[in-house]
């Protein structure tokens, strides 16, 4: 069973371009969380999505940031207009959603690395 | 917001030896789940270990155990018989009690492991 994939691993993009992070949650896992990590600093939430539907998008700046998770296909974060202070490793994780034991714990993907010149 | 706060920014430990990672939490929630991550510099995030909060008993895998104190709001980590392997971030993390509850993490702490 595949972890959770996210790519490109590493991204760097120019100001003012767009950035689409993608996330392939484990096989069965209906719930997916992004998270951002600044350097030196611990991951912070930004979304929760389940399949076409954002539950909880209260971490995620108002203006330039969106996410889905559509029926078919990966999660994508889509990131417009970058900004320096964008750059950052962005975290996908996916939990089963159901009860079990280990509903409760969230798998991690490898992380996107996105640079903004 | 529930704060998740890690006081020791970098810690470091001789091969073999014992170190113990400190982590305390705020919340107003009965039940929980805290989790310790290990992040190595590949920037993968591990699951080292993880606690219920309505279990008393700490949780241990391996040369990795917990000393869980609810009172007190605190959820340390200590890594036994340290190894090379070991040198990595480690991030304390607190999840609610609900299904898609989001993950708190602390700031983190850098362990060195000196052979």
Known sequence: NAGVMQNPRHLVRRRGQEARLRCSPMKGHSHVYWYRQLPEEGLKFMVYLQKENIIDESGMPKERFSAEFPKEGPSILRIQQVVRGDSAAYFCASSPGTSGASYNEQFFGPGTRLTVL | ?115
């Open chain 2, 1 to 115: 917001a529930q704060t998740v706060t890690q006081s020791q920014p970098e810690m470091s430990v001789q091969e073999a030896e014992t170190v113990t990672l400190s982590c305390t939490y705020d919340t107003s929630e009965s039940d929980y789940y805290l989790f310790w991550y290990k992040q190595p510099p590949s920037r993968q995030m591990i699951l080292v270990i993880r606690q219920e909060a309505y279990k008393q008993q700490n949780a241990t895998e391996n040369r990795f155990s917990v000393n869980f104190q609810k009172a007190a709001k605190s959820f340390s980590l200590k890594i036994s018989d340290s190894q090379l392997g070991d040198a990595a971030m480690y991030f304390c993390a607190y999840r609610g009690p609900n299904t898609g509850n989001q993950f708190y993490f602390g700031t983190g702490t850098s362990l060195t492991v000196i052979p």
